[in-house]
């Protein structure tokens, strides 16, 4: 028996999510800052000689067949590199599911990259982001991680410079939100409004936290306050307690603050934890790829001409020759 192989797997949060068009199959084109956070899932991998992939989680209505997304990524990878080998793999979920924070995507994501080391494969980040992109629209950011812009329909990728020392906190209504159902009710047609995704880019750029928050917004926030006033509620309490901007992530429910103290955050946490309506909270730090987030300025020069996107022709075309097999996870789609 190989030892096992443990990962962490990421949450992230839309510090901006703008829609611009719903394509004719139905996907739509987003404009999104992505940031990931330090709220993780741990997902375990060992071989083993059965010749199967055999899931466990400590959440007891997770599918543990074909339908999680950490089975299929197993799955490709063995597919497409001839493995014998079977897999037993642990989901320990600590990200709020069916939540807007990528928990199936960021799970799928540590498997592609688990695989990769399990068996040695030598696979390269830009080939696992394609193979990622088979499974979802979120997946190849998931494997990316930290500050990134994201186009297309989720797999233009963009990297952006980390964003300056601050606090999340992150809050998880009782309730739970489809995606399906919130692309469904987003009108596009209709007097929206849309957040300022290219002056947030440049107020990451100039590590400026304030300018930051000032613009953070999300266009699908107008279909679920419609459904669900809690999200509005939730964030005019956080504001009222200290964060600098509060919003929801994805497509809900979770909603986040920005604080620039872990104290007033973790006050904020226990604020919402005396509610009923609210299911989880986490105060976590934004997660950064680079240099130590004490000095930001050189995080700012290192990653100012960073501009390498991920994304090709062949990685479109496949992702079209698949569409087939797509289910909610693998696009923003209606
Ligand atoms: P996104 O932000 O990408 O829209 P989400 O955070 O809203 O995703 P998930 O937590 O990924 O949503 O869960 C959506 C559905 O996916 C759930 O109903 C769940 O049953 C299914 N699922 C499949 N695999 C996983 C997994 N490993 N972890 C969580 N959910 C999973």
Same mark, same amino acid.
């Given at each position: ?31 999104? &800052?992505?940031?990931? @956070?330090?709220? +993780? ?45 079977? @897999? ?8 709020? @599911? ?24 030598? &696979? !390269?980040?830009? #080939? ?12 190849? +950011? ?20 980390? &964003? ?14 489809? !995606?399906? +159902? ?7 047609? #209709? ?44 964030? #005019? ?17 979770? @909603? ?21 309506? &609210? ?56």
């Amino acid at each position: 028996m190989t030892q096992p192989l443990q990962l962490k797997a990421y949450a992230k949060v839309n510090l901006g999510l703008d829609v611009l068009r719903r394509r004719e199959d139905g996907y739509h084109e987003v404009r999104m &800052i992505m940031q990931t @956070v330090k709220l +993780f899932d741990l997902i375990t991998l060992q071989k083993n000689t059965c010749g199967q992939i055999r899931l466990s989680s400590n959440l007891p209505y997770l599918p543990l067949n074909e339908k999680n997304l950490v089975y299929r990524a197993i799955n490709t990878i063995r597919t497409a590199y001839n493995i014998p080998d079977g @897999v037993d793999a642990t989901i320990e979920k600590h990200i709020p @599911v069916a939540a807007g924070m990528a928990g199936g995507s960021t799970d799928a994501a540590a498997a592609l990259v688990g695989m990769n080391q399990l068996f040695s494969l030598g &696979i !390269t980040q830009e #080939e696992l982001i394609k193979h990622g992109l088979t499974l979802g629209a979120d997946i190849p +950011f998931c494997i990316m991680r930290g500050t990134a812009l994201s186009e297309g329909i989720g797999e233009i990728l963009t990297p952006l410079p980390s &964003i300056p020392a601050c606090w999340f906190l992150i809050v998880k209504p009782t309730f739970s939100m489809s !995606t399906k +159902f919130v692309y469904e009710n987003l009108h596009l047609d #209709e007097q929206m409004k849309h957040p300022d995704i290219d002056g947030m880019i440049q107020a990451i750029n100039h590590n400026d936290l304030t300018g930051i928050t000032y613009r953070m917004g999300n266009v699908l926030e107008q279909v679920t306050q419609k459904h669900y006033p809690a999200i509005i509620q939730i964030k #005019e309490n956080m504001r009222r307690l200290g964060a600098l901007g509060a919003l929801m992530s994805g497509s809900g429910s979770t @909603v986040f603050g920005i604080f620039t103290s872990r104290e007033a955050a973790g006050k904020a946490a226990e604020f919402f934890r005396k509610d009923p309506g &609210i299911k989880q909270t986490a105060v976590v730090r934004p997660f950064s790829k680079d240099l130590p987030q004490s000095k930001p300025h050189k995080n700012h020069k290192h990653f100012t001409n960073s501009t390498k996107k991920y994304h090709s022709s062949t990685q479109r075309e496949k992702y079209s020759g698949k569409r087939g097999r797509r289910n909610t996870h693998e696009g923003h789609k209606s």
